[in-house]
Each structure stands twice: as structure tokens, then as C-alpha cells.
């Protein structure tokens, strides 16, 4: 299985970024997927979640409004759109593979929620 990240860069407080992620190797329809990030000193965090089929969505309150998840099922590929940034959302961003269903965005992303993990792709946003 393999989950490739690319889109990520640096950018202006109030620009915009778009994030991608091409999945192989793994039945990418079955699975729910999500945008984890890190940041350093703080650890992971859920950024957002969607669901196998697209018509679920979830998101942290810190992006609720600016960051748009989707995915295209034809084309095996995750995306998260990323409006308004902040220089709080600077961060190493992760695609994510989700175990069962999607978790709760006040948990802790690890081992028992993800399946699959990206590589990362940084996002740094100047004030």
C-alpha cells in the first residue's frame, strides 16, 4: 500500500494551498480516508475525515470553514483544499488510510486508527 502527498508549499497568511494524494496498492474505495498534521511540540492532530463513499465529512473546529476535504474514487486520489490559511496551520501534513470507521476529531491519530500513512508534505504559511 502506498499513499503519495504532493501539493504542499510555502504561502502568505489568507492564501490558499491545495493538497493531493494518490493511493496503490490497496482498495482505496474501502477504506475512509483523512489529513492528519503535525506540528512540532505538539504532536498529531486530525485535520479532517471522509467517509468510503464521500457523503461524510468531518473536520477539526480549527479548520471547520477554510479546509475542504474530497475524494475521487476513479482516480484513487484525496485532496484537501485549504483556504485562509494561518500561520498556525503550518505543519507537516499526512494522507491517512482509516481503520473501521472514521474516529473522533478529539482523539489521537495512531496505530489503532490508521492503516496506512503518507509520507508527509509540508505547509508553511507566513504572517
Known amino acids: 500500500a502506498q499513499l503519495v502527498e504532493s501539493g504542499g508549499g510555502s504561502v502568505q497568511a489568507g492564501g490558499s494551498l491545495g493538497l493531493s494524494c494518490a493511493a496503490s496498492?490497496?482498495?482505496?474505495?474501502?477504506?475512509?480516508m483523512g489529513w492528519i498534521r503535525q506540528v512540532p511540540v505538539k504532536g498529531l492532530e486530525w485535520v479532517s475525515t471522509?467517509?468510503?463513499?464521500?457523503?461524510?465529512?468531518n473536520y477539526a473546529d480549527s479548520v471547520q470553514g477554510r479546509f475542504t476535504i474530497s475524494r475521487d474514487h476513479a482516480k484513487k486520489t484525496l485532496y484537501l483544499q485549504m483556504n485562509s490559511l494561518k500561520p498556525e496551520d503550518t505543519a507537516t501534513y499526512y494522507c491517512?488510510?482509516?481503520?473501521?470507521?472514521?474516529?473522533?476529531?478529539?482523539?489521537?491519530?495512531?496505530?489503532?486508527?490508521?492503516?496506512?500513512w503518507g509520507q508527509g508534505t509540508q505547509v508553511t504559511v507566513s504572517s
Open positions: 491517512a488510510a482509516l481503520i473501521g470507521s472514521m474516529p473522533s476529531m478529539t482523539t489521537s491519530p495512531g496505530g489503532d486508527s490508521v492503516a496506512y
Open positions: 496498492g490497496f482498495d482505496f474505495n474501502a477504506y475512509a
Open positions: 471522509i467517509s468510503t463513499g464521500g457523503d461524510t465529512t
